[in-house]
């Protein structure tokens, strides 16, 4: 298991890691990107504990999903089924699986102030902290061609994944304002959304 987990996380994060995978019983699966998800936890219905993360992520993006899923496993068995999946308590048990690796000796010191902020708080994903997501697209290993909705100019047309189009306006607060082409409909948009310019 450490042969593979050392393909997909960095290096002195791995026995550690590995630790948490047998102290929790956990089996972890590693499988194709999913547009929508990094990773997630599932009890199986033998009772068993079982994580996906994508094999596409960074390593730095692996190391942050497979302790984001490890928290919803511990926060469940502790605090008991009932609470929110990503409420204070996974918060909590989140922060206290994350702390050890906040360091310089596992992430680039230009990710540690991003992520110290980020732990104050955790998000229910990364993605939706625009700074840590864009700074961490920065160690992807592809090059995407695709950009971010705050790149674009206003007035810019882009499809999403699922291939339908929109005409990007205005920022409201933190989101921007995006009218679907085909509905007319208004959607709100993270800036750091990744979407595919139409340039015709």
């Known amino acids: 298991m450490d ?3 050392e393909k997909y996380l960095p290096q002195n994060a791995v026995n550690p890691c590995l630790q948490l995978i047998k102290e929790t019983r956990v089996h972890l699966k590693i ?28 390593k730095y993006r692996f190391l942050i999903t497979l302790i984001h899923e490890i928290a919803h496993l511990v926060a469940f068995e502790k ?15 989140f922060q206290y699986l994350m702390l050890p ?23 229910a994903s990364s993605s939706t ?25 206003v007035g810019s047309v882009f499809r999403i994944h699922n291939g339908k189009l929109y005409k990007k306006g205005n920022k409201r607060v933190k989101r921007y304002e995006c009218i679907e082409i085909s ?4 959607y ?6 990744e979407v595919e310019l139409i340039t015709d």
């Open 3 to 5: 042969d593979i987990l």
């Open 31 to 58: 499988v194709n990107e999913r547009i929508t998800r990094h990773g997630d936890y599932r009890r199986m219905p033998n009772g068993a504990h079982q994580i996906t993360v994508n094999a596409t992520l960074n």
């Open 79 to 93: 605090f008991g089924r009932r609470i929110k999946p990503h409420g204070l308590e996974w918060k909590q048990t």
């Open 183 to 186: 509905s007319g409909r208004l």
């Open 101 to 123: 690796f906040i360091r310089p000796e596992i992430f680039p010191a230009k990710l540690l102030p991003l992520l110290a902020k980020h732990f104050k708080n955790p998000k």
């Open 188 to 193: 709100l948009f993270q800036p750091n959304a």
């Open 129 to 153: 902290d625009a700074n840590l997501s864009i700074a961490l697209k920065l160690f992807d290993t592809q090059l995407s061609e695709k950009s971010y909705v705050f790149e674009l100019p």
